[in-house]
């Protein structure tokens, strides 16, 4: 779907929209980023990726083996597959959206990533992102904040993320989830979420996942949408209504974007991408070393999207790994979507 010319007239006209204090419910099935195709979900595989295969071993291992320029190459051709260009820096200046009223060099981002256990984001993948932002958008470099609100403590010491663009901050919990917000139904009640979020201090955030087992609660893995556990308090995830919970926060404004209070539609948003690092990736999880090394990568711009494609064609179909049908369809039908919806009927877009 050729849209951006279409919908880069209309952001053109954003700098103009109000955005009311209210709180507002997502409108199912209506559009979030207004550039590129919702439900597009593009993926690759490349045993070059990395230089040495040692499925089981440590993150500090794993970023000796990722060759950087091959995963800078292949985010590049992700990022004009999802746009579908061929020019990398066209494909990240769609992409990513300029907030309203605002320059670049003042917009701020927020990259959540995960730190629990013993699988975190790899280096070059955290270092593409960061210099597609501040070397081809003009973000600058201390304005983008790495976190984890529940499991970053000691991140700067146990994750040290080479290459970074000079300036960009690993922030850790980042203060962790301190401040209440509404989550809408199917919760509909209030929940602790990282405060950068919830004052409207952060204009972009990005969701940069790993590919991991869990409980048949969330579908059986854990990817992009669970990976906010972490920028939301993860402690209602864990009782009655865990998934209605783990949907809900990922309806929210403080990860969407700003909402019209009376249509629901997203005016500006602000999780714009979201990636799933699988170079190495696990069957079973959340804890533990991975399991096997698929070196892939997938992204999309939306986040049950993005894991319902990545949980049903690579990690069922590819892998051979479960997941729950009727949770991991969900995820589908609480956005207003069925996978009748999705292009190439549900499946990854190979680059």
Same mark, same amino acid.
């Given at each position: 779907?050729?849209?951006?010319a279409?919908?880069?007239t ?11 204090k209210?709180? &507002? ?7 979030? #980023?207004p550039?590129?195709?919702?439900l597009?979900?593009v ?9 040495g =295969? ?6 500090a ?7 950087? /320029? ?11 597959g999802?746009?579908e ?10 992409i ?14 927020a990259?959540? %990533? ?6 975190h ?7 593409g =992102?960061?210099r597609?932002? %501040? ?5 600058k470099?201390?304005?983008? @904040?790495?976190?984890d ?12 993320f &080479?290459g970074?663009?000079?300036g960009?901050?690993i ?7 301190? %401040?209440?917000?509404?989550?809408? /139904?199917?919760w ?6 990282v405060? #950068? ?16 087992? #869990?409980?048949? %609660? ?8 669970k ?10 995830? @864990? ?13 929210? &404004?403080e ?13 500006y ?12 990736a696990?069957?079973h999880?959340?804890?533990g070393n991975?399991s @096997?090394?698929?070196n892939f990568l997938?992204m ?6 993005v894991?319902y494609?990545?949980?049903?064609r690579?990690?069922g179909?590819?892998?051979g790994?479960s ?11 609480e ?12 499946r990854?877009?190979?680059i």
């Amino acid at each position: 779907m050729k849209s951006a010319a279409l919908m880069g007239t209309a952001a053109a006209a954003w700098p103009m929209i109000f955005v009311p204090k209210a709180r &507002a419910s997502y409108a199912k099935k209506t559009l979030i #980023h207004p550039n590129v195709h919702n439900l597009r979900v593009v993926g690759i595989t490349d045993p070059a990726m990395t230089t040495g =295969v040692e499925p089981v071993c440590d993150w500090a291992r794993q970023n000796e083996l990722v060759s950087p /320029k091959v995963v800078f190459e292949n985010m590049d051709k992700l990022a004009c597959g999802l746009v579908e260009t061929n020019k990398p820096e066209e494909a990240w200046r769609t992409i990513f959206v300029k907030p309203p009223r605002k320059a670049w060099s003042d917009t701020v981002v927020a990259i959540k %990533t995960n730190h629990i256990a013993r699988q975190h984001t790899r280096s070059a993948v955290m270092a593409g =992102v960061c210099r597609a932002l %501040t070397d081809i958008v003009g973000v600058k470099a201390s304005h983008i @904040h790495i976190y984890d609100g529940c499991h970053g403590s000691g991140m700067d010491r146990e994750t040290p993320f &080479a290459g970074l663009p000079e300036g960009t901050r690993i922030q850790g919990r980042w203060g962790g989830s301190n %401040t209440s917000t509404s989550v809408p /139904k199917p919760w509909d009640s209030e929940a602790k979420c990282v405060e #950068h979020l919830v004052n409207g201090t952060v204009d972009i955030l990005v969701n940069i996942s790993m590919c991991k087992g #869990h409980s048949s %609660t969330f579908g059986g893995f854990t990817m992009t949408m669970k990976n906010h556990f972490g920028t939301f308090a993860p402690s209602h995830g @864990h009782w009655v209504g865990a998934q209605d919970y783990f949907i809900a926060i990922n309806q929210t &404004a403080e990860i969407l974007g700003p909402m019209d209070g009376r249509t629901g539609k997203v005016l500006y948003p602000r999780q714009q991408l979201c990636i799933v690092d699988a170079l190495w990736a696990s069957k079973h999880g959340p804890g533990g070393n991975p399991s @096997h090394q698929p070196n892939f990568l997938a992204m999309g711009v939306t986040s049950p999207v993005v894991d319902y494609v990545t949980a049903t064609r690579f990690r069922g179909e590819k892998m051979g790994w479960s997941y729950d049908e009727e949770a991991t369809r969900r995820l589908l039908t609480e956005f207003g979507y069925g996978e009748s919806d999705l292009p190439q009927a549900g499946r990854i877009i190979e680059i």
